[in-house]
């Protein structure tokens, strides 16, 4: 079956990666954790947690905005560089990764471009949940507030853990190999 070309990448990660619940646990936790904590413990008088919220999303665009901007240099430099590093990275078979259906064993550079291409299309679906609650917040509630911040958190958590991975991965593809 072919996917539209945007979510190729999207498909291609969750087909390919071993312990993928793990990835989403270390997003969930914490973000249950707030959601919790937001909506157990009680806030001291005069806070208006639509304004909070308000903050909240407008930092978070801002920052979603850098980091899809970072993703997307990572991509480039990635793509365009002709290191013998990357010339390895084309080589040398992923055994982290499960086979594509077709039977095709990803190479490392696919792991490290589809995991960042990954990142970039995870933090656009963000930006626009972030542009939505902005909406939102015209009809909902303080308890729905809550309940998207944790959202968000969850969102935020899983995006730095996919970035950082890549980051690592990026560290390591341009760090000099002794062999």
């Known amino acids: 079956m ?49 304004e909070v919220f308000e903050g909240f999303v407008n930092v978070q665009i801002s920052a979603v905005a850098i980091l899809i901007s970072f993703s997307i240099a990572i991509i480039t430099i990635l793509v365009s560089a002709d290191s013998p590093n990357i010339k390895r990275l084309k ?47 015209l009809y909902v509630c303080d308890e729905v507030y809550k309940w998207l911040m944790a959202i968000c958190v969850f969102f935020i958590v899983h995006i730095l853990h996919i970035l950082l991975e890549s980051v690592g991965q990026m560290y390591l593809t341009f760090w000099k190999h002794e062999e």
């Open 2 to 50: 072919k996917h539209p070309l945007i979510m190729a990448a999207t498909f291609h990660y969750y087909k390919t990666r071993k312990n993928l619940w793990l990835k989403f646990l270390i997003a969930v936790i914490p973000a249950l954790a707030v959601g919790i904590i937001l909506n157990c413990i009680s806030f001291r008088q005069g806070i208006d947690f639509g």
């Open 91 to 137: 080589e040398k078979n992923s055994t982290e990764c499960k086979k594509l259906p077709n039977g095709q064993t990803l190479n490392l550079f696919q792991v490290l471009l589809s995991n960042i291409t990954y990142n970039v299309l995870v933090a656009v679906v963000y930006l626009g949940f972030l542009v939505a609650c902005i909406i939102l917040q």
